[in-house]
């Protein structure tokens, strides 16, 4: 494992720690929600696998394998957190925006019109439709929406505990079928923009082109689907993951 000069001999160590680093994959993504790939975990793991072969100096037995071990998952661990890109103060005006949604939609009984929330938000229509298009690459759930009230981190809490199973709140039935019947409620455009985005799989430019308006309205009506479902399912992705937490504290 060293080179003649006494040095590490670091492409062996690779290939030697390659299975490890597997290994520590296929253990998280079991208990990834489904649209996290295997090859990105290894890829962010490998990095974790050269930080821990340049930092550690006491050898390569067993002691550095627990160490890489620990190295590796953070590397994997981070890079799940990258993917979670949009800045706090983003997050918490798209929060501000589900709330007021919801807030209406209770209020009037229906989903409420681009105008409407720009004016419960106070704010100009351009300016609302501005931090829809900011908002680009939103998503359905994050980790962080896992977290109980004390605000922990989830991915630190719950990759360090093998019993843990986070994409078993995905899988509950519930949370599924009241994701489908918010999906219907949404407005015509909205509801036939997800549908090409997530069923067709078309690009942001093709569904652009297929009801004839720019690249950035698809970008903008796609921030704002996802924020009236988020209004709607939030509250019961917490109640799902808090409900497992006490079910564990319990058995």
Known sequence: MYTAAGQPD???????????????AYHLLARL??????????????????????RFQEGFGAQFETYA????????LDGLRANDWLPRNMRKELRRIEQTINQLEHAH??????????????????????????????????????AGDDDADFLDRHFTDDDSNPASILEDKDLRENLVKAIGRLPEREKLMMALYYEQDLNLREIGEVMGVTESRVCQLHSQAIARLRGQLVGEVKTVASKQRKGKALG
């Open 10 to 24: 670091r492409n062996e160590l690779v290939q030697r720690f390659v299975p490890l680093v597997k290994r520590v």
């Open 33 to 54: 929600p489904a649209n996290v790939q295997f090859e990105d975990l290894v890829q962010n793991g490998m990095l974790g696998l050269l930080d821990a072969i340049d």
């Open 69 to 76: 071990t620990q190295r590796v998952r953070g590397a994997m």
């Open 109 to 146: 009984g229906r989903a409420p019109s681009e105008q409407e929330l720009a004016d419960a938000l106070g704010m100009p229509l351009a300016e609302y439709q501005k931090v829809l298009q900011d908002a680009r690459g939103h998503q359905l759930v994050y980790y962080e929406d896992f």
